[in-house]
C-alpha cells in the first residue's frame, strides 16, 4: 500500500443502494469486454458475480491507462501510481464516488483479497509497454522478449496467474494446494491467448514465444512475418502441450474450491481449452483467420455448467 495511506479517520461505509448501482456498473463493464470470462461469471452465485466484475471491471481500468498510446511509457506509469493511490486510499475506507472503487473496496474487504495482489494485477497490465521508448528496435526487426521459458511463465504469471489467485479468493479454497494449481491455469489461459494471437502480435512487433524454443525448433523472428503455419506448428505444439498440463492442474483445482463456485470455475476451464484444441485441430493455422469459440458453444457449455451448479 501506498506509504501516504494511513488508517481513514472515519471508516467509509457505503450504502446498500450505492453498492447496488456501483456493482450494476462493474458488471456492464464486464459483460462488454469480457468475453470468455463473463461466461464464467455468469454461473456465479450473485455476491461472488458481483465481485469478479469489480475485479475484472478493476483490470479493464488499468488496462486502459496501459494502453494510452498518446502518453510516454513513464507518463502511462506515472499514471498507473496515482490511479493505484486513489485505489489504496478507498481500500484504506477513505470516501469515494468512483463506481468502480466502490465495489472493488467491498469486493476486497469481503473476500479478505491481499492490497499486494491488486497491486500485481496492475502493473501485470504494464508490462508488455516499451520501457524504454528511447531506443525503439529497428523498423521491422522482430526480437524474442524472453530467453527462457522461465522469463515467459514470470510475465505470463504478472498477467494471468495473479488473476487465479485473486478469482480463487473470491471463489473460496481451505486448502492451500489450491494457489500453485490457480496459478498453472492462469499460465494454461495465457499460453492459450499467446498462441491465438501470434499475427496480431507479430503486426505490434512483439514475440512472446522463448528464444531458446525458436532455437530448438530452427525458427528466427522472421519466420513469424512469413506467417507460415506449417513453419511454426511444431513450436506452437509445444505451447499447447504446456497449456494442456496446466488445465489438468485446472481440473484438480476445481474439487478444492468451494462447491458453489466449482462450476464457474469448470465453465471457464472449458471454454479456454475448448480454444486450444480448436487450434490444435487446425494444425496451429492461427493465420488465416482468427479462431474462437463461437458464442453457440460457450452457451452450450454454460447450460452444462448450470446442470452441475443444480445437481
Sequence with gaps: MSAAVGNAPVQFSPTSSQLDVAYSVCRHIARSAARNFYYGFAILPRPKRN????????????????DDNSLSFQERR?????????????????????????????????????????DQLAYGTAADVEQDPSAPEPMGVLVPRYRTFDELRQYCYGVASVVGLVCIKIFGYRDPAAEPLAEHCGLAFQLTNIIRDVKEDVAMGRVYFPEEDLVEFGLSPTDFTALNPGRLAPMLAKQAERAREG?????????????????????????????????????????????????????????????????
Design 247 to 311: 488445465y489438468r492442474a485446472g481440473e484438480e483445482l476445481i474439487p478444492l474450491v468451494n462447491e458453489d463456485s466449482q462450476p464457474a470455475l469448470w465453465v471457464l476451464i472449458t471454454i479456454y481449452r475448448r480454444l486450444l484444441e480448436k487450434m490444435a485441430a487446425r494444425q496451429f493455422d492461427v493465420f488465416s483467420e482468427r479462431v474462437g469459440v463461437s458464442v453457440r458453444e460457450k452457451l452450450t457449455i454454460l447450460g452444462k455448467g448450470y446442470v452441475k451448479r443444480l445437481l
Design 51 to 66: 465481485s469478479l466484475s469489480a475485479v475484472y471491471a478493476f483490470m479493464r481500468r488499468c488496462d486502459d491507462i496501459a
Design 78 to 118: 506515472n499514471k498507473l501510481a496515482e490511479w493505484l493511490d486513489t485505489v489504496h486510499r478507498a481500500l484504506a475506507g477513505y470516501p469515494i464516488d468512483d463506481a468502480l472503487l466502490l465495489a472493488l473496496a467491498d469486493t476486497q474487504r469481503r473476500y479478505h483479497i491481499p492490497i499486494g495482489l491488486l
